[in-house]
């Protein structure tokens, strides 16, 4: 089965490492990137500024969405394309205050009733997961098949997918309607695979 071209909702490494700029254009060379997004949990407001205001340029080049993680305020200052929100985060009403018609996406964790929130809040798309362990976060709740199909009944807008996707696991969400797999240790700490070898092998 021929899957869309980009599928892949890809999230930052934990830390930007030196050569980072370089590899994330590689990456983003290969089509296969609809979304990156920053996620630096221990990082100053002020280095995330400057380091998306290199990024976005890189995104642009690509026509990649750029998404902010946890902080609309950023997300509006930098230019970027949207906010992805946990569930510990600023409320998704006040979030569209700050950014408009701008993308705001919702972690929804494995919960029927926090899909249906979200929905009726107009977010624009909605994560699931985890679907695996993940080396990017501790993993506090679990995700299905059973579980997506639920989701997908719910509505028609974009589902995410995440937790732990590799090239080994990737193909069974995709072809149970998963929209976009979030990915980040497969490619960015892949012990095997330089970043732009690991986005390939993703087809």
Known sequence: M???AKFIYLISPNKIYQNFYRDLR????????KYFQLRLK???KTKIINISKEIIKICKTSNVKFIINDDPLIAKKVGADGCHLGQKDLHIKKAKKILKNKIIGITCNNSVKKAKVAIKNNADY?????????????????ATINDLKKFRKLTKKPIIAIGGINDKNYKKLL??????LAISSFVWRN??????KAIRQLK
Request: hydrophobic share 35%.
């Open 2 to 4: 021929k899957f869309k």
């Open 26 to 33: 590689k990456v983003l060379n290969s089509n296969k990137v």
């Open 42 to 44: 221990k990082t100053s």
């Open 126 to 142: 909605i994560a699931l997961g985890a679907f695996n362990s993940s080396r990017t976060k501790n993993i506090k709740y679990r």
């Open 175 to 180: 072809l149970n309607k998963a929209d976009f």
């Open 191 to 196: 012990k095997n695979l330089k970043p732009e």
